[in-house]
């Protein structure tokens, strides 16, 4: 056992029976995966056309979603169609449709989805990230008085629709049942997307752009490295997005190579994932891969990773460098840093022998 075996998890292969999703899918699911992590998010594969969710809010806490070609190896494949609404009165979305890989910002308090799946021709990747320990939302209706009614929802404490008894696993049954329940409607004459068509109307009212600011466009990266694919494709935080408090990149790493040095994090905590590079394929990882960790940088324990896995690194903590020991197809290496900016403190040895510490970082916002 190692000192630092709680904060390194391998990523266990959910079955589910959710309609149009790959199964086995890749879940971190927060606290309820590993103490203290404060991240929830899932790599889910969609290969079918579907909707999901109504809208809804978070009250405190920044969600993502993402949307990316399921090949990560062809990142800027994008064959789909998905329309999502955003807006701070649940009566009055905005349409924002999809064509190329994209991520939102889903401030607190913003009311977002339904999100329809329009076309897939190609399966594309979409990622739900929150930015807290445990998911949750508030959902909205209006009762038969004409009253809005807010009701809760969140892991740990939503009940099985088909059992009450016992707490959701999320298997996917009930909501498998209801889109196969709406598919068939929607092949009715006349049926159409009825369950949609109040937002399609919405979308028909002149738009204010204000939610233009939370919907990014991921740009192709070209670089000289050999280690990564190219172009490779990251958020960068402030630099991409005004409060945007996520910075990450989508590392293809192509063959044996050692990244990044001996280094931590004053203040903020950092995620590292290591995944297979085809979402829909998520645990073929054919690599082995090597990573120092430690409280002290002279005393360090190496953990070797050879599935996909999620390390956290809290602040103060030393680690890396991260040391690709053996390639055998290419994986994804995803340094996953939840705050705005990216930055680092690494050690120097002065010719007296005393310790240096150095801080390394991208610029400060303007």
Known sequence: MGKYDDLVFTIPKEFHDWYGFASPRGFFRGTTMMPKARVYMDFTAVTKELVMEVPHTHHAVDEYLVFTGADLNNFFEFDAEVDVWLGEDPERLELFTITEPTIIRVPPKLYHCPVNFRRISKPIMFSAVYLDGDWSKINRRVNAEGREEFTYDGAGIRRCVKNRAQECVYCGQCFSEAMKEFLEKAKEESAGDERLLPFYEMAKLPRTG?????????????????????????????????????????????????????????????????????????????????????????????????????????????????????????????????????????????????????????????
Request: proline residues 8%.
């Open 210 to 366: 204000k939610y233009d600011k939370y919907v990014y466009t991921f740009k192709p990266e070209a670089h000289n490295n050999p280690n990564f694919l190219s172009p490779r494709a990251g958020f960068r935080g402030w630099s991409e997005m005004e409060e945007s408090r996520l910075w990450y990149l989508y590392n293809l790493v192509q063959r044996e190579c050692t990244v990044g040095e001996l280094h931590m994090h004053h203040a903020v905590e950092e995620y590292l994932f290591f995944t297979g590079a085809d979402i829909t394929d998520f645990f073929n990882f054919d690599a082995e891969v090597e990573i120092q960790l430690g409280e002290d940088p002279d005393h360090l324990e190496t953990y070797t990773i050879t599935e996909p896995t999620v390390i956290r690194i809290p602040p103060k903590l030393w680690h890396g460098p991260v040391t690709f020991k053996r390639v055998g197809a290419p994986i994804n290496f995803m340094p996953f840093y939840p705050a705005g900016n990216y930055g680092r403190v690494i050690r120097q040895t002065q010719t007296d022998g005393s310790s240096h510490y150095l801080y390394k970082g991208t610029d400060l916002p303007k």
